[in-house]
């Protein structure tokens, strides 16, 4: 049953609940959770799942991959032959310049 809503629970909340329980496997857990079959999936927690919100590009970023990209395919030999790899690490100075000039790679 799906409890449109349903209060916050904190770790420490979380865990007194499995200790009361006495979980000793992760079956034991998920079922709290999630509830099992024997009671039809039925739980008091909400599961939320949180996802990172890309932002949308811009127009200067839309317009700077149309010199960006023949870029990189004209110099990715070069990379193969120097790094032994052509991709671009987002964490290298390189990557982060490129995600600043077309966003997110």
Same mark, same amino acid.
């Given at each position: 049953?799906?409890?449109? #809503?349903? &209060?916050? @629970? $904190?770790?420490?909340?979380?865990?007194?609940?499995?200790?009361?329980? *006495?979980?000793?496997? =992760?079956?034991?857990? /998920?079922?709290? /959770?999630?509830? *099992?079959?024997? *009671?039809?999936?039925? =739980?008091? !927690? @909400?599961?939320? $799942?949180? #996802? %990172?919100?890309?932002? &949308?590009?811009?127009?200067?970023?839309?317009?700077?991959?149309?010199? %960006?990209? &023949? /870029?990189f395919v @004209? !110099?990715? &030999?070069?990379?193969?032959? /120097?790094?032994?790899?052509?991709? %671009?690490?987002?964490?290298?100075?390189?990557?982060?310049? @490129? #995600? !600043?000039?077309?966003?997110?790679i």
């Open positions: 049953m799906i409890k449109e #809503s349903a &209060p916050h @629970v $904190y770790r420490h909340q979380l865990e007194n609940i499995i200790k009361e329980k *006495n979980c000793k496997t =992760t079956q034991g857990v /998920l079922d709290i /959770l999630y509830g *099992n079959h024997w *009671n039809d999936y039925q =739980t008091d !927690f @909400v599961i939320k $799942y949180r #996802s %990172v919100k890309i932002p &949308p590009q811009t127009f200067a970023q839309r317009l700077n991959t149309l010199w %960006v990209y &023949p /870029l @004209v !110099f990715m &030999p070069f990379r193969y032959l /120097l790094y032994g790899r052509s991709h %671009v690490d987002e964490d290298s100075r390189l990557g982060r310049m @490129v #995600s !600043f000039l077309i966003g997110e």
